[in-house]
T-cell receptor, first 111, second 114 residues
Framework: DAKTTQPPSMDCAEGRAANLPCNHSTISGNEYVYWYRQIHSQGPQYIIHGLKNNETNEMASLIITEDRKSSTLILPHATLRDTAVYYCIVRVSNTGNQFYFGTGTSLTVIP | DAGVTQSPTHLIKTRGQQVTLRCSPKSGHDTVSWYQQALGQGPQFIFQYYEEEERQRGNFPDRFSGHQFPNYSSELNVNALLLGDSALYLC?????????????FGPGTRLLVL
């Protein structure tokens, strides 16, 4: 299964953009990159996903490099409520719909 | 539109006992997956149910079993509880089995085994 590497923790000032990196160098051509976040023992919350092109929704933007070996989740204007653990996941297409979570990045938004 | 719901929210059991956790999927979803999340770790896939059958399974022993009902709701059963089974148990639902659809998670059930 494709694995992801994320920094264990990051800080971001409130109101600034939070840029969360993820490396997935073994990703296959038909595997999607998903981002979820988890706020203190709640269920993971879906943020965004993409295959090749950059994606944007009301929560965030996802930038995927051309070689697809890494991606960056961007929260454009971080608020205190964005403090959470962020998981970058590559879904293994040949094993169906399950997700393999790593340990994620703990983002702290500082006032 | 209700999201994924799980019950109970918290549960305390003793070693050797059995436990049943319940999950109702998001409206319009027919596939349910279960995950175990130990403290400080990311969720680990247990198994997935679709059309009332277990379709995929992660690296969990046979003590972990499940069921899906005709209304797509699901149960997770754990027998002969061990201290190491203490964790947050998450249910996720999605539309379509084996597809490429996004999973939506419930709030989880916190199980403590003493």
């Amino acid at each position: 299964d494709a694995k992801t590497t994320q920094p264990p923790s990051m800080d971001c000032a409130e109101g600034r953009a939070a840029n969360l990196p993820c490396n997935h160098s073994t990703i296959s051509g038909n595997e999607y990159v998903y981002w979820y976040r988890q706020i203190h023992s709640q269920g993971p919350q879906y943020i965004i996903h993409g295959l090749k092109n950059n994606e944007t929704n009301e929560m965030a933007s996802l930038i995927i490099t051309e070689d697809r070996k890494s991606s960056t989740l961007i929260l454009p204007h971080a608020t205190l409520r964005d403090t959470a653990v962020y998981y970058c996941i590559v879904r293994v297409s040949n094993t169906g719909n399950q997700f393999y979570f790593g340990t994620g990045t703990s983002l702290t938004v500082i006032p | 539109d209700a999201g994924v719901t799980q019950s109970p929210t918290h549960l305390i059991k003793t070693r050797g006992q059995q436990v049943t956790l319940r999950c109702s999927p998001k409206s319009g979803h027919d596939t349910v997956s279960w995950y175990q999340q130990a403290l400080g770790q990311g969720p680990q896939f247990i198994f997935q149910y679709y059309e009332e059958e277990e379709r995929q399974r992660g690296n969990f022993p046979d003590r972990f079993s499940g069921h899906q009902f005709p209304n797509y709701s699901s149960e997770l059963n754990v027998n002969a509880l061990l201290l190491g089974d203490s964790a947050l148990y998450l249910c996720a639902s999605s539309p379509g089995q084996g597809g490429r659809e996004t999973q939506y998670f419930g709030p989880g059930t916190r199980l403590l085994v003493l």
